[in-house]
């Protein structure tokens, strides 16, 4: 069972590049998620999609774009990379779910270093 | 905004000694999550506190989530090296928007030596 697989695994850019990271997962969840994580400020939340051709944006959203045109497929896109990017960027999937918040499925991680 | 605050950020311990994690806010949480990371790793689910008041164990791992649900702790029993990781408290908010959004903590890094 893949579960949440994300490409690349690592990636170096110059200032002003562009890139699209892919995450798929295989569980058929409705939602995904994008999140960045730096040193002691744990995950935040970038984007985020709760079906199939819906978006909507987290808590730092600027510098990024999204789109989620198939269910199992969710593209988090830089348009012009800046070092304050560098940063380890984890998808997630969950079932939705009610008060008791569902159970986020990560990915490995994709590290990314902005030059 | 809602924030967690988790502390200490970073533990280092013998194996056998136990430890305590906590993780507070000013805010009201519907259910508050654990996580655990490994190096490399995406991190995994470990238990989800819905009821203020409520303790949950797993093997030697108790979490206790507080009677005005801002706040929640991870102990450790006997700590052993295969706990070494990064906990993440995450808070469930108690505004019922779709998308299961969660605010995570900024990690506790746990070192256990042999």
């Known amino acids: 069972n893949a579960g949440v697989t994300q490409t690349p695994k690592f990636r170096v850019l110059k200032t002003g590049q562009s890139m699209t990271l892919l995450c798929a997962q295989d569980?058929?969840?409705?939602?995904m998620y994008w999140y960045r994580q730096d040193p002691g400020m744990g995950l935040r939340l970038i984007h985020y999609?709760?079906?199939?051709?819906?978006?909507a944006k987290g808590e730092v959203p600027d510098g990024y774009n999204v789109s989620r045109l198939k269910k199992q497929n969710f593209l988090l896109g830089l348009e012009s990379a800046a070092p304050s990017q560098t940063s380890v960027y984890f998808c997630?999937?969950?079932?939705?779910?009610?008060?008791?918040?569902?159970?986020?499925?990560f990915g490995e991680g994709s590290r990314l270093t902005v030059l | 905004t809602q924030l967690l605050e988790q502390s200490p950020q970073f533990l280092s311990i013998q194996e056998g000694e136990n430890l305590t994690v906590y993780c507070n806010s000013s805010?009201?949480?519907?259910?508050l999550q654990w996580y655990r990371q490994e190096p490399g790793e995406g991190p995994v689910l470990l238990v989800t506190v819905v009821t203020g008041g409520e303790v949950k164990k797993l093997k030697r791992l108790t979490f206790q989530f507080g009677d005005a649900r801002k706040d929640s702790s991870l102990h450790i029993t006997a700590a052993q090296p295969g706990d070494t990781g990064l906990y993440l408290c995450?808070?469930?908010?108690?505004?019922?928007?779709?998308?299961?959004?969660?605010?995570f903590g900024g990690g506790t890094r746990v070192l256990v030596k042999p």
């Open positions: 569980m058929n969840h409705e939602y």
């Open positions: 805010s009201v949480f519907s259910s």
């Open positions: 999609s709760v079906g199939e051709g819906t978006t």
């Open positions: 997630a999937s969950s079932f939705p779910s009610g008060g008791a918040g569902g159970e986020l499925f």
């Open positions: 995450a808070g469930v908010s108690m505004i019922k928007a779709a998308g299961n959004k969660l605010t």
